[in-house]
């Protein structure tokens, strides 16, 4: 497929709210921005102190290395640590890829001070009065991090989704996170006008004890389609206490989680032009049996506000042998109707798809590790079975200690949209540029 990305903006069919909102969206990056650039100069007048990377849940991978949510064809891709992005409200097997995330919180180690507090000094009469400090307050926000994310798909039947989405975070003094993500995202499909989506979102993370709670809302602003909300929010909990070697890697641990999000439909520009929203909720269990051993299962029901529903499953063994991983996976999807031909998302009343990987995973210098992958299995839908095939690359380049970059390739036949009797590929390129400070 022949594809020219042509990035362009316009509001003549905006309603004068949609002028409006775009104003005041405006005005709150260039406050953030503002926002940012204090806090960083602020942060520089202060000696760097050691602090925990946010990380959350479920795929673990040796050194507690991991995974980050995209494609259910795409198995297993695990990455270093970072921030897990917002997900996709986007339930199809190429995009609902649970072993792609991130894993929970390992407890920090008690901090000891490397000398002993020193004593009072006793009086003197003579003493001089006493100065005042002159060492800098702890600001009350740090930038930590700058995460952009990039995701371009395309099938054979002209359908291309295109992503670039930046997610600004910042450690409040108390060591909750706040984020603020935002990006430009395009839509294009036969026989609809493209779709421009302009994506806004403030989002929160803490800890109440074990439990990690982290919350986001926003709104998806379009070019030529009404503002839309968007929420999600997410609890995690450790139902076992994470057992880990003096190396650091992860032994055992079982993981819990809920999750609720709320927002359009992005699957293609046909259903963003419907004005297809969803509420999708469910559980998240992982569990590292023993340090080579892991087993991943979600829960996805989903409520769409045309009327249907759905009920989704995703369940992942995985088992390492050094730099090789073997893999069984198993996704089930089912709709109460069919409303692809009117509404515009892939709604199979029975879909399944089952298949095995094989994985290897290693450095290629020391600043390059790649990873390559490919599953085999079956498909069935409306009864009829078929091959479902994947094959994966991705690399990660470490430009700085505190810069990384990812970038992925993907070819699938899985099927995310009925094609008749015609075959179905899709193909996708993902990556990530992260920055930390």
Same mark, same amino acid.
């Given at each position: 497929?022949?594809?020219?990305?042509?990035?362009?903006?316009?509001?003549?069919?905006?309603?004068?709210?949609?002028?409006?909102?775009?104003?005041?969206?405006?005005?709150?990056?260039?406050?953030?921005?503002?926002?940012?650039?204090?806090?960083?100069?602020?942060?520089?007048?202060?000696?760097?102190?050691?602090?925990?990377?946010?990380?959350?849940?479920?795929?673990?991978?040796?050194?507690?290395?991991?995974?980050?949510?995209?494609?259910?064809?795409?198995?297993?891709?695990?990455?270093?640590?970072?921030?897990?992005?917002?997900?996709?409200?986007?339930?199809?097997?190429?995009?609902?890829?649970?072993?792609?995330?991130?894993?929970?919180? $390992? +407890?920090?180690?008690?901090?000891? @001070?490397?000398?002993?507090?020193?004593?009072?000094? *006793? /009086?003197?009469?003579? &003493? =001089?009065?006493?100065?005042?400090?002159?060492?800098?307050?702890?600001?009350?926000?740090?930038?930590?991090?700058?995460?952009?994310?990039?995701?371009?798909?395309?099938?054979?039947?002209?359908?291309?989704?295109?992503?670039?989405?930046?997610?600004?975070?910042?450690?409040?003094?108390?060591?909750?996170?706040?984020?603020?993500?935002?990006?430009?995202?395009?839509?294009?499909?036969?026989?609809?006008?493209?779709?421009?989506?302009?994506?806004?979102?403030?989002?929160?993370?803490?800890?109440?004890?074990?439990?990690?709670?982290?919350?986001?809302?926003?709104?998806?602003?379009?070019?030529? $389609? +009404?503002?839309?909300?968007?929420? @999600?929010?997410?609890?995690?909990?450790?139902?076992? *206490? /994470?057992?880990?070697? &003096? =190396?650091?890697?992860?032994?055992?641990?079982?993981?819990?989680?809920?999750?609720?999000?709320?927002?359009?439909?992005?699957?293609?520009?046909?259903?963003?032009?419907?004005?297809?929203?969803?509420?999708?909720?469910?559980?998240?269990?992982?569990?590292?049996?023993?340090?080579?051993?892991?087993?991943?299962?979600?829960?996805?029901?989903?409520?769409?506000?045309?009327?249907?529903?759905?009920?989704?499953?995703?369940?992942?063994?995985?088992?390492?042998?050094?730099?090789?991983?073997?893999?069984?996976?198993?996704?089930?999807?089912?709709?109460?109707?069919?409303?692809?031909?009117?509404?515009?998302?892939?709604?199979?009343?029975?879909?399944?798809?089952?298949?095995?990987?094989?994985?290897?995973?290693?450095?290629?210098?020391?600043?390059?590790?790649?990873?390559?992958?490919?599953?085999?299995?079956?498909?069935?839908?409306?009864?009829?079975?078929?091959?479902?095939?994947?094959?994966?690359?991705?690399?990660?380049?470490?430009?700085?200690?505190?810069?990384?970059?990812?970038?992925?390739?993907?070819?699938?036949?899985?099927?995310?949209?009925?094609?008749?009797?015609?075959?179905?590929?899709?193909?996708?390129?993902?990556?990530?540029?992260?920055?930390?400070?």
């Amino acid at each position: 497929m022949v594809y020219i990305f042509r990035p362009y903006l316009f509001v003549s069919r905006y309603s004068l709210y949609a002028v409006f909102l775009l104003g005041c969206l405006q005005i709150q990056l260039g406050v953030i921005c503002s926002v940012g650039i204090w806090i960083l100069s602020e942060a520089k007048l202060q000696a760097a102190q050691p602090h925990q990377d946010w990380k959350s849940p479920s795929g673990f991978t040796e050194q507690v290395t991991t995974v980050n949510p995209e494609s259910a064809e795409q198995y297993s891709k695990p990455l270093p640590y970072r921030l897990e992005p917002t997900p996709i409200l986007l339930a199809a097997p190429e995009n609902f890829n649970p072993d792609l995330r991130l894993p929970p919180s $390992l +407890p920090e180690p008690p901090q000891q @001070n490397s000398s002993p507090p020193s004593l009072p000094k *006793p /009086p003197q009469q003579n &003493s =001089s009065p006493p100065t005042t400090s002159t060492k800098p307050k702890t600001p009350d926000a740090v930038l930590e991090s700058i995460d952009t994310d990039y995701h371009y798909e395309t099938d054979n039947f002209g359908q291309t989704n295109f992503f670039l989405e930046p997610t600004v975070q910042f450690r409040l003094r108390n060591g909750n996170k706040i984020f603020f993500k935002t990006g430009f995202n395009f839509f294009e499909q036969r026989g609809v006008e493209s779709v421009t989506n302009f994506p806004l979102q403030v989002g929160w993370q803490g800890k109440i004890g074990q439990v990690t709670l982290q919350t986001a809302a926003g709104v998806d602003v379009f070019n030529r $389609l +009404p503002t839309a909300i968007n929420l @999600n929010a997410k609890v995690e909990a450790p139902i076992s *206490p /994470p057992k880990v070697s &003096s =190396s650091g890697r992860l032994l055992s641990v079982v993981v819990l989680s809920g999750n609720l999000e709320q927002g359009p439909y992005k699957s293609n520009a046909r259903t963003l032009e419907n004005q297809i929203t969803a509420w999708r909720f469910g559980p998240d269990l992982y569990w590292q049996i023993d340090r080579d051993t892991s087993l991943f299962s979600s829960l996805r029901l989903g409520s769409y506000n045309d009327g249907n529903s759905d009920v989704q499953s995703f369940s992942r063994l995985e088992r390492k042998f050094g730099q090789f991983s073997l893999a069984a996976n198993l996704f089930t999807w089912s709709f109460d109707r069919d409303l692809e031909r009117t509404s515009g998302y892939f709604s199979p009343p029975d879909f399944l798809v089952y298949n095995g990987e094989v994985a290897w995973e290693g450095n290629i210098t020391n600043f390059l590790r790649c990873r390559l992958a490919a599953n085999l299995g079956r498909q069935r839908l409306k009864g009829e079975f078929d091959n479902a095939n994947t094959y994966q690359t991705r690399c990660t380049v470490k430009l700085s200690p505190n810069i990384e970059a990812d970038l992925g390739y993907s070819f699938s036949n899985v099927r995310n949209q009925e094609t008749g009797g015609s075959a179905y590929s899709g193909n996708s390129l993902t990556g990530q540029l992260r920055v930390k400070f």
